[in-house]
T-cell receptor, first 112, second 112 residues
Framework: DVKVTQSSRYLVKRTGEKVFLECVQD?????MFWYRQDPGLGLRLIYF???????EKGDIPEGYSVSREKKERFSLILESASTNQTSMYLC???????????FGDGTRLSIL | RKEVEQDPGPFNVPEGATVAFNCTYS??????FFWYRQDCRKEPKLLMS???SGNEDGRFTAQLNRASQYISLLIRDSKLSDSATYLC?????????????FGRGTSLIVHP
């Protein structure tokens, strides 16, 4: 069974901090995704990656960057955290962009 | 106009009822379609893929109508445990790739 693991379930940081969210998948999936989910707005795609060192902007990339140095790991970086980045962050992976995605448990991030 | 639209609900139905949700999409070239289920404060989980000829999995039936650009999910004999948010996902063409795009979800509450 596919396992997508996010490094933290809950995280509290301060404005201006650099924040790293880590995601690891164990099924050799080509594609990995980062979403944020806010009440009433649904899941919004921040970035995705279709191969090692390759990345594409999603719908809301501003204030975020990503890193994929190894196939199994996809990191989301908040360069300088702000309160409007308080959210639930979900990582997902899939074989192909047209294939079903498997999600991690999510990280509930609070920026104070 | 949002690219993937769902009625947010909530749909409030008694146990044993049949309930149906629709999801409309804007891009006629969309390739893949899925329904996910998301429980409160949990990650989305794949419920079923949606195939052109329609498909069934137990009490759940998914249909695709390409001409009218919508997919549907029918739940028969509703159970209390079906209470959740149902998310539709459509892969939409964007910058040369097909990107999975989520609707905002439809909330279902099944009561005794």
């Amino acid at each position: 069974d596919v396992k997508v693991t996010q490094s933290s379930r809950y995280l509290v940081k301060r404005t201006g901090e650099k924040v790293f969210l880590e995601c690891v998948q164990d099924m050799d999936h080509e594609n990995m995704f980062w979403y944020r989910q806010d009440p009433g707005l649904g899941l919004r795609l921040i970035y995705f990656s279709y191969d090692v060192k390759m990345k594409e902007k999603g719908d809301i990339p501003e204030g975020y960057s990503v890193s994929r140095e190894k196939k199994e790991r996809f990191s989301l970086i908040l360069e300088s955290a702000s309160t409007n980045q308080t959210s639930m962050y979900l990582c997902a992976s899939s074989w192909g962009l047209n294939q079903p995605q498997h999600f991690g448990d999510g990280t509930r991030l609070s920026i104070l | 106009r949002k690219e993937v639209e769902q009625d947010p609900g909530p749909f409030n139905v008694p146990e044993g009822a049949t309930v149906a949700f629709n999801c409309t999409y804007s891009n006629s070239a969309s390739q893949s379609f899925f329904w996910y289920r998301q429980d409160c404060r949990k990650e989305p989980k794949l419920l079923m893929s949606v195939y052109s000829s329609g498909n069934e999995d137990g009490r759940f039936t998914a249909q695709l109508n390409r001409a009218s650009q919508y997919i549907s999910l029918l739940i028969r004999d509703s159970k209390l445990s079906d209470s959740a948010t149902y998310l539709c996902v459509v892969t939409l063409s964007s910058r040369g790739s097909y990107i999975p795009t989520f609707g905002r979800g439809t909330s279902l509450i099944v009561h005794p």
